[in-house]
């Protein structure tokens, strides 16, 4: 009886396929040293100084947990994170419809949207700085807009008045970020197989049950990762709201994170803002977890009903 030998070469597509997985692998090294490099390195140096006291110039003295006192102890700390918050919740509630809305036109198969789709694109091109000066300027209540034009209405005092301020700053940060989270319902849009459109105009589906039905349904995970780059973001705006009404009127836009600043580079206590820095990383982090778990186990059956 003979014996049919097996060629070695059968064997060699799953070594290589084990290779291929190691090769991969080291792929990801130069991206794992520069988020060691400028992600946790930072983030370890901030947290050290976060116990010492320094003044940005002179030496580093260690001083224990009276940094934290301080800042835990301060009545404006609460304002400010307040203010994070509202400043978060409002910025979101503006953006994702608007956001939603304009992914879901964008997506369409009509050739002057794409023209139109580099125009929205626009404001996310320019400098956070260079918008709010662009709308400090048109707001002036003496020299903008409203008083060029005769405008009663546009010509109040924007910046001045608490409730106002807050507004024009979720406006403008709108204005700004609205275009990016477009692009990112763009592409969730068309993914979206179109045999679902078509079963439901056979089904008779109008275009706003259609929406509601099937569109925002299959949103939901590009919904979590867009809320998450949003909500996340929001924590670190400072560049924008500091030239725009630098905090003011009173407290009325200081963020948590301009608060950060005007501890270390105003006041000089390099501890104490390197605390709050800390802070806004723990709630960013904290924030990101959350809607990770709001999704993250429907995510898990739907690949193992897939399986």
Known sequence: MSVIPIPAGRRAPAAAGRGGRGSL???AVPALLLFVAFGVIPLIGVLVLSFTSWDGLGDIGFAGLSSWQAVLADPGLP???????????????????ASILLGVFLAGRQRY?????????????????????????????NFGLGAGLGLDL??????GEPVLAFSVVIFVVSWQFIPFHSLIYQGGVRQIPRSMYEAAQLDGAG?????????????????????????????????????????????ATRVLALDMYKRGFQAN???????????????GLALALLL???????????????A
């Open 113 to 141: 949207r794409a023209v139109l789709s580099v125009f929205y694109f626009i404001p996310l091109l320019l400098s956070s700085a260079a918008v709010a000066i662009t709308y400090k300027a048109l707001l002036d209540p």
């Open 207 to 251: 275009r706003v049950r259609t929406f509601f039905s099937i569109t925002l349904p299959q949103l939901k995970y590009t919904i979590i990762t867009s809320s998450t780059l949003m909500v996340v973001g929001s924590l670190t705006f400072f560049d924008l709201i500091f030239v725009l009404t630098a905090g003011g009127p009173g407290d």
């Open 292 to 306: 990770r778990r709001l999704g993250g186990r429907d995510a898990a059956a739907s690949q193992l009903e897939g």
């Open 25 to 27: 692998a080291w792929l």
């Open 269 to 283: 206590l390099m501890g104490p803002a390197s605390a709050i820095a800390v802070i806004l990383v723990l709630v």
């Open 79 to 97: 304002h400010a994170l307040w203010v994070t918050f509202l400043v978060m919740a409002a910025s979101w509630a503006v953006q994702t419809p």
């Open 154 to 159: 546009l010509a109040q005092d924007w910046l």
